[in-house]
C-alpha cells in the first residue's frame, strides 16, 4: 500500500470521528434545548437572559420567568434561597423546575408552591428545606402538582412536605419517587413528619423512601380524602401512618397498599387518633401491605388495636429483609416474604442505589 493511499485512510478516518463528535455533541445540546427553556446557575446573573451561555443566577428569578409549558433547569451547585413559585401552567402545558440534565442542583431553603400556581412539577433535584423560620418545606398549597425523583430533608428541623393548608388546599397532588428522610426535630414534638396531608383530596403517594422522620412518615390530618398509598417504604419513622381528625372534619376514604411499614420507633407502624366528639375517618384501608416491628411490633406488625376509623386485611407482618437497612439500601433480599405484595412496577432501582 502507497503512502499516498495511507494517509487518505488517516485522513478519513479522522474526519470520521470528528463528524461523529460533533454529531453526538450537537444531538446532545438539541436535547438539552429541548428540555431546558430557561437555565440558572450559581455563577450566572439575574441580569442575564436565562439561557445555556447567559443564565440565570437565581431559582427565584428563574421560576418567574416560566410560562405555561416551559421547563427551568438548574445547573448544579448550591441555591441557598427561599423560593416561591406563584404562577403555574395548565392541563396541558405543565410549568417545570428541574435539575439541567445529567447534574443534579441543591437547593437550601423554604420551597413554597403558592394558591393558584396549579400543575407545576419540580423533579430531579435535592432540596433541603432548613430555613430560619422553621416552616414546612416543600409546602403545596396548589393543585396538580408533582414531586417527582428529589431527595428531600431539612436535617431535622421541621415537617418536610405539606400538603394544603390555610393557605390553600393541594388536591390530585402526585408524590413519586422520592427521597424524603431526617425530617423534624429531635427529640421528637409529635408535630413533624415527612409527608403531612392537611387539606388535599385524590392525591398519590407511590414508589418513594420515607424513612428516619421525628414522627410520622405520613400523616393524614385532618382532612386527607381519597388519597393512594402505594409502594412505598416507609421504614424507622417515629410512627409510621396515622389517619387522624379535628374540628369537626375526618381524614376519609384513603387506601393505603402494597407498602413495606416497618421499625417505628416511637409508637405504631399504622395508627389512627380522633379527639372525642369528633367525626370518625371512613372508608380507610390498610390492605396488602408488608407490615414488621418497632416500638409495638410484637403484635400483628405494630398495627393499633383497636382499629378506629381504618381497616387492616390481608396485610403480611414479617421481616422485609432489606439488602442493608443501615446504609439505606432498602431493596429486598430475594427470600423477602414482602416480594409478592409490591406492585408490578415496585420502587425504581434508581432510588435505591
Known sequence: MSLCTCNTYRLLAILFVAALVSLVTGCARASTADICDRIASPTGSDMNPGSEYLPHRTVQHLADSLSPGQTGCLRSGTYRENVKISVGGNAGSRVTLRSYPYERARVVGRLWIAQGADHVTVSHLTLNGKSSRG?????????????????????????????????????????????????????????????????????VIRDNLIYDNADRGIQLYPEAKNTKIHNNVIDGN???????????????????????ISNSRIRYNVESWYPDGNPIGLRNRVRRNCIYGGKHGQIDGGVETPRVGFIASR?????????????????????????????KGRIARSLLK
Do not use: M
Not at 393548608?165 to 421528637?188: M, Q, T, Y
Not at 414534638?189 to 409527608?195: K, L, V
Open 135 to 203: 416552616l414546612p418545606s416543600p409546602t403545596i398549597n396548589a393543585d396538580h402538582v408533582t414531586f417527582y425523583d428529589n431527595d428531600i430533608t431539612n436535617d431535622h428541623t421541621a415537617i418536610c412536605l405539606l400538603l394544603g393548608s390555610d393557605w390553600g388546599g393541594a388536591d390530585e397532588a402526585v408524590v413519586a419517587r422520592n427521597r424524603i428522610h431526617n425530617c423534624g426535630r429531635l427529640p421528637a414534638t409529635n408535630y413533624d413528619h415527612g409527608i403531612y396531608i392537611a387539606l388535599s383530596r385524590g392525591s
Open 238 to 260: 417515629g410512627q409510621g401512618i396515622i389517619f387522624s381528625g379535628d374540628d369537626g372534619v375526618a381524614s376519609t376514604g384513603n387506601v393505603v397498599e402494597h407498602n413495606i
Open 315 to 343: 396485610n403480611i407482618y414479617s421481616n422485609p429483609l432489606y439488602r442493608n437497612r443501615a446504609k439505606k439500601d432498602f431493596r429486598l433480599q430475594k427470600r423477602s416474604p414482602c416480594q409478592k405484595l409490591l406492585l
